[in-house]
């Protein structure tokens, strides 16, 4: 994956648009669209302390989801990127989508808190790398920097 392109187009996504709804929903599709191998690629809000979904692309999702419950929940409290190579070991795991095997969270702050998540699941074990991470977490930094709530 050549994160350098992912970013510039996301760039130029957020540029045309930087409201967060269009912005969310141009941003799942295009991550949707350029990793190969994800059954769900999108983002869940911080609302009234619980994580509503957002914008998206794949089946389905959980609609609310507490802070501190499941991958989501706990990339919230620990504010922190969760990379799990296996969901089924991880502590609480909430299954959205049974199809799901590995998932990647990656908090997005405004304005000194968190204020959303990207969520991004794979039907394949061990689907996400530390090279995923910092690749993702670089767009979620664009997106911190332009995005308008």
């Given at each position: 994956m050549d994160y350098g392109?992912?970013?510039?187009?996301?760039?130029?996504?957020?540029?045309?648009?930087?409201?967060?709804?269009?912005?969310?929903?141009?941003?799942?599709?295009?991550?949707?669209?350029?990793?190969?191998?994800?059954?769900?690629?999108g983002f869940y809000l911080v609302r009234d302390n619980r994580l509503v979904v957002g914008p998206f692309q794949g089946k389905p999702a959980c609609i609310h989801i507490p802070v501190g419950k499941g991958v989501c929940g706990t990339a919230v409290l620990r504010d922190e990127t969760q990379l799990v190579p296996d969901v089924h070991l991880f502590p609480?795991?909430?299954?959205?989508?049974?199809?799901?095997?590995?998932?990647?969270?990656?908090?997005?702050?405004?304005?000194?808190?968190?204020?959303?998540?990207?969520?991004m699941d794979s039907p394949v074990k061990n689907r996400f790398s530390a090279e995923d991470a910092d690749g993702l977490t670089a767009l979620v930094r664009l997106m911190e920097e332009k995005i308008l709530w």
């Open positions: 392109i992912l970013t510039e187009q996301a760039k130029e996504i957020l540029e045309a648009e930087p409201w967060y709804a269009a912005a969310m929903s141009n941003l799942s599709a295009l991550l949707m669209t350029s990793m190969d191998r994800l059954n769900w690629a609480g795991h909430i299954a959205c989508d049974g199809e799901s095997e590995s998932e990647i969270v990656i908090p997005i702050h405004h304005d000194g808190k968190i204020a959303a998540v990207l969520d």
